[in-house]
């Protein structure tokens, strides 16, 4: 070090790696937030996707005898995994405003779409998903007139 | 340590540590929460192959046309998903049941280390037979 030398060589070294370490650590706390939210928010869809699903196939629903006009609760089974078709087609016919609503997911918009065992389409309501940023689907299988059928519940936002 | 050394090779050495600890963390926001749901999928289709019948019918079937039974439906899992199921069907006599009949029909190759396993147990109308099924699934 030279006589009246403030900064020397070994400061500015410490300093640019001092800063490295800081900017990158800066970085991954970053990357570490929006993962953790992404998480989250990856997450709740897929709770509300598969406990929507499973509210499905696994209630009859309130009143037990509900239509489109009389529905409080929806559910779509005579058993466990076993789908009343009647109760099917009313679910079919209700309005998308209402969708999510009645199926406890108003903070997301809701797909549901049934199929056959090959992936030919029974039927299906709710919004197709469109310039999403979280989406999450269920995939479901039921006894739907005695042939094995695929219930797939996608929720997105 | 040197006259005028200010970043140790001790801090560099905790910094690096550090590091490697937040890249983990990061990283473990990755794993896959999917494989929470599989056994949730795994007992809707065994459920779903009871109650339509489809485990019934394999009561009557040759061991060849359970098998391709089985493995249609088994084909019906998402592209992503490999899965084995095994169906043993004992025949009771008196108090008795010997296993009589072994199916089993395969989609890819569950992976060990990240499979999970379902069951169901059904039984012929007239309670002669019965049937264990046991799925093994897993993301691969």
């Known amino acids: 070090m030279h006589k009246g030398q403030v900064v020397t060589l070994d400061l500015i070294f410490a300093l640019v790696i001092g800063m ?4 990158a650590l800066n970085h991954e706390w970053g990357i570490a937030i929006q993962k953790s939210y992404d998480y989250t928010e ?24 509900w239509n489109r006009t009389t529905v409080r609760v929806v559910g779509i089974a005579k058993n466990l995994d076993v789908i009343d078709g009647k109760k099917f087609n009313e679910l079919m016919a209700l309005p998308n405003a209402s969708l999510g609503d009645l199926l406890g997911a108003s903070e997301f918009r ?3 779409n049934m199929t056959s065992r090959a992936g030919a389409t029974i039927n299906a309501t709710g919004l197709a998903p469109a310039n999403y940023s979280i989406l999450s689907t269920a995939l479901s299988f039921v006894s739907f007139n005695n042939n094995v059928s695929k219930l797939y519940v996608t929720v997105w936002k | 340590m040197r006259r005028g050394f200010i970043f140790t090779l001790d801090a560099v050495f905790a910094a690096s540590i550090l590091l490697i600890a937040l890249a ?8 896959p929460s999917q494989t929470f749901w599989l056994p949730t999928m795994g007992n809707s289709l065994m459920t779903a192959l009871d109650k339509s019948g489809v485990f019934d019918n394999i009561f009557q079937q040759s061991d060849a046309q359970a098998q391709t039974t ?6 019906s899992l998402p592209p992503n998903v490999n899965a084995n199921i095994t169906v043993k069907i004992y025949h009771g006599s008196g108090s008795t049941f010997t296993l009589s ?7 890819g190759v569950p992976d060990p280390n990240h499979e999970t396993t379902v069951k ?7 309670g002669s037979y019965f049937g264990l099924s046991e799925m093994v699934l897993s993301y691969g």
């Open chain 1, 20 to 23: 490295a370490v800081f900017f």
């Open chain 1, 42 to 65: 990856r997450n709740s869809a897929e709770i509300a996707a598969h406990s929507i699903a499973l509210s499905l196939i696994s209630s009859k629903g309130y009143p037990e005898d």
């Open chain 2, 120 to 126: 169901r147990i059904f039984n012929k109308v007239d």
């Open chain 1, 110 to 112: 809701i797909m549901i």
């Open chain 2, 101 to 107: 009949r072994t199916i089993t029909a395969i989609k």
């Open chain 2, 24 to 31: 983990a963390i990061s990283l473990e926001f990755y794993t």
């Open chain 2, 70 to 75: 089985l493995t249609s439906y088994l084909a």
